[in-house]
C-alpha cells in the first residue's frame, strides 16, 4: 500500500554544515512534497531558532529536544554504548516505535550503520545490510552501487542479497522493471575473481523469477559506463571504488579550472564553454546524488552526505520519503523468495 503522509525522523545535529543547513534542506524537500511531516531530534533552541526562517516547515515539524549528540570522532562501539538519548539514536529508535517511517541522518556513517542494525535488525532472509547510493553514468540513468563499505568481507549468500536488494531500489528510483544487475570483478571472463564472486554469479544465473536481469561481470572503468543499472560488490572493493570515482571528478574539476585560468585566451575559451561546463558540474555534483541508504534493515535509514547543502540534504529526505512510499522493504521480502530453492539449498549449505 502507498503511503501517502510519511513522517521521517531526522536527525538534526548531524553534518558538517549543522543544525541551520539540516534544517533548510528538510524545508526545501517539504516545499517539493507538501505531504512529508517530520520530527527533528536535537538541540530545541538551535531548531527552533533555525524554523523561525521556515514557516511552512514549521507547521509540519515537531522538535524532540536532546543536547547528545554522536561525534564524527566516535567508533561504532563507542556510539553503541552512548546512543540511548542522542539525536542519532533517538531519530533511528523513532522507527523502531513506529513514531516515523524513516530516519535521515548526515552524521557519523560508521555509527549509524551499527545504530540502525542494532535497532532495527535485518529484514527476514537478509544476512548483512548493505549501503547503497546512486552514482551518475553516461546512460539514461544513475548507478546503484552496493556494498559501499558497511561489510569488509562477503561470502556468496552476501553477494546474491545484495543485487536482490539493489534490483529493488533500482526498480524504485529509476522507474525500472528489469534493472541489469553486474557484479564488480577483475574481469569479465567466468573464470575470474573470487570463488564467492564466480559462486554467486552462478546462483544469479540459474534464480528464477527475479525481477531483474543479471549481466555478469563489470569492471572499475565501466562504472559509469552506464551499463549496468546495479552494480554489487563487497564492502571492500565498493568503497574504494566509490572513493576512486569522488577523486577523479575533482581532479577533473580542478585541472578544467585550472586550464581555463592560465592565459588570457582560456579565460575566453572558457566563456565560450561555459554552457558545457556547467552540465559537466551539476552532473558531478555530489549534493545532486546526494542520498546513501542502509538496505536489508527493518525499517528505512537514510545517510545524507556529511558535508551535503541544503539541497544535498533535501535530496536525501526525498530518498527516504520515495523509498517509504514504494515499499522498499516489502519489494525486498518479496523478491528475496523467489531466488528459488537452487540459490537457497546453495547458499544455506555454507
Known sequence: MRVTTPRIAIDAMGGDEGVRVMVAGVARARRGHEGLRFLLFGDEARIGAALKNHPNLSKAAEIVHTDKVVAATDKPSQAIRHSRGSSMGLAIQAVKNGDAMAAVSAGNTGALMAMAKLALRTLPGIDRPALAAMLPT??????????????????????????????????????????????????????????????????????????????????????????????????????????????????????????????????????LSRPALQLLKVHLDPNNHNGAVFLGLNGIVVKSHG????????????????????????RIGEDLARVGPIASEELIAK
Open 138 to 271: 553516461l546512460g539514461d540513468n544513475d548507478v546503484v552501487m552496493l556494498d559501499l563499505g558497511a561489510n569488509t568481507e562477503c561470502d556468496a549468500r552476501n553477494l546474491v542479497e545484495f543485487a536482490v536488494m539493489g534490483a529493488a531500489y533500482a526498480r524504485i528510483v529509476n522507474n525500472l522493471a528489469m534493472p541489469r544487475v553486474q557484479l564488480l570483478n577483475i574481469g569479465t571472463e567466468d573464470l575470474k575473481g573470487t570463488g564467492e564472486i564466480r559462486e554467486a554469479a552462478a546462483i544469479l544465473r540459474k534464480a528464477r523469477g527475479l525481477p531483474l536481469r543479471f549481466a555478469g561481470f563489470i569492471e572499475g572503468d565501466r562504472i559509469a559506463s552506464g551499463d549496468a543499472d546495479v552494480i554489487v560488490a563487497e564492502g571492500f572493493a565498493g568503497n574504494i571504488a566509490l572513493k576512486t570515482a569522488e577523486g577523479t571528478a575533482r581532479f577533473v574539476t580542478d585541472v578544467l579550472r585550472r586550464a581555463f585560468t592560465s592565459s588570457l585566451r582560456s579565460k575566453a575559451g572558457f566563456l
Open 307 to 330: 558535508g551535503a547543502d541544503e539541497k544535498g540534504v533535501a535530496n536525501a529526505v526525498h530518498v527516504a520519503a520515495r523509498l517509504v512510499e514504494e515499499g522498499l522493504s516489502a
